[in-house]
């Protein structure tokens, strides 16, 4: 049985930085195509902030992080990282690690087959 466990969430002032962890167990993180991270907010829809397709190392980011953020793997550790940088109070939300064995074309999408309980992530002004 898959299982992604995140961490790394906390508070935070604005400008500030945070490494999220994603740990996997149940199966190597190198039998999913694809890996992201999403997140969201009080009152608002989940939203995808960053994807990474494993067999060509292609990343995506959401607009709002891109160059802020950056979506790394540890196939040693199994585990996913998201390193936050320049963190905005927009950016406070529960953010959710998630995984698929499928690929199909893209891994922008967000019918993942797994995911993580989440962490929570808090910036103050």
């Known amino acids: 049985q898959v299982q992604l466990v995140e961490s790394g969430g906390a508070s935070v002032q604005a400008g500030g930085s945070l490494r999220l962890s994603c740990v996997a167990s149940?199966?190597?993180?190198?039998?999913?195509?694809?890996m992201a991270w999403f997140r969201q907010a009080p009152g608002k829809a989940r939203e995808t902030v960053a994807t990474?397709?494993?067999?060509?190392?292609?990343?995506g980011y959401a607009d709002s992080v891109k160059g802020r953020f950056t979506i790394s793997q540890d196939i040693a550790k199994n585990t996913l990282y998201l390193q936050m940088n320049s963190l905005k109070p927009d950016d406070t939300a529960t953010y959710y690690c998630?995984?698929?064995?499928?690929?199909?074309?893209?891994?922008?999408?967000?019918?993942?087959?797994?995911w993580g309980q989440g962490t929570q992530v808090t910036v103050s002004s």
């Open positions: 998630a995984a698929d064995p499928r690929y199909g074309g893209y891994c922008w999408r967000d019918d993942y087959n797994y």
């Open positions: 149940g199966s190597t993180i190198t039998n999913f195509d694809c």
């Open positions: 990474r397709y494993s067999r060509a190392d292609i990343t």
